[in-house]
T-cell receptor, first 116, second 114 residues
């Protein structure tokens, strides 16, 4: 039973380029969450999605960042025109059904994004 | 979500029980207590969660006080691989705009030594 799969594990981009981070949830999970961990800081919630819908994007920066979770395929976190401050570990989590607190989120091992 | 307070660091000898405390004095009746851990460079790992009853699984036990204002995570026989940052998180059950997300604090750095 595969866990949450994130790819790539490491991504290097130059300033101004686009970064696309992919997340395949656990089998049967229809809810996806993205978190960011800046160097030497804690994890911060970014966005919560279910299939084809954004439920909560209160943690997403207003510009350059977007997320989607299409009916088919993985969830994508997209960062346009990356800057050095976007360098971080980005973690994806998934959970079963409509999210309730008795359904834990399970995390992938993250994508380490480095901006040159 | 209710704020949690954890000690910044703890030590434990290998083979002994590790007892990690968490205060959540403002917890509401519909909020669960969750524990996760993060081993260096890996994603957070779910450990256990509970509402008001004590819980046990293959990884750990969770003891919640009767007034629900605090809890303790117990790793019964700590190993070197249990060295990690442990996060206690309180999360609302359903409804509202914030019920999906987990709010991570600074956690407790547990170091298990030989």
């Amino acid at each position: 039973n595969a866990g949450v799969m994130q790819n790539p594990r490491h991504l290097v981009r130059r300033r101004g380029q686009e970064a696309r981070l992919r997340c395949s949830p656990m089998k049967g999970h229809s809810h996806v969450y993205w978190y960011r961990q800046l160097p030497e800081e804690g994890l911060k919630f970014m966005v919560y999605l279910q299939k084809e819908n954004i439920i909560d994007e209160s943690g997403m920066p207003k510009e350059r960042f977007s997320a989607e979770f299409p009916k088919e395929g993985p969830s994508i976190l997209r960062i346009q025109q990356v800057v050095r401050g976007d360098s971080a570990a980005y973690f994806c989590a998934s959970s079963l059904f409509r999210d309730r607190s008795n359904q834990p989120q399970h995390f992938g091992d993250g994508t380490r994004l480095s901006i040159l | 979500d209710a704020k949690t307070t954890q000690p910044p660091s703890m030590d434990c000898a290998e083979g002994r029980a590790a007892n990690l405390p968490c205060n959540h004095s403002t917890i509401s009746g519909n909020e669960y207590v969750y524990w996760y851990r993060q081993i260096h460079s890996q994603g957070p790992q779910y450990i256990i969660h509970g509402l008001k009853n004590n819980e046990t699984n293959e990884m750990a036990s969770l003891i919640i006080t009767e007034d629900r204002k605090s809890s303790t995570l117990i790793l019964p026989h700590a190993t070197l691989r249990d060295t990690a940052v442990y996060y206690c998180i309180v999360r609302v059950a359903t409804g509202g705009t914030s019920y999906g997300k987990l709010t991570f604090g600074q956690g407790t750095i547990l170091t298990v030594h030989p």
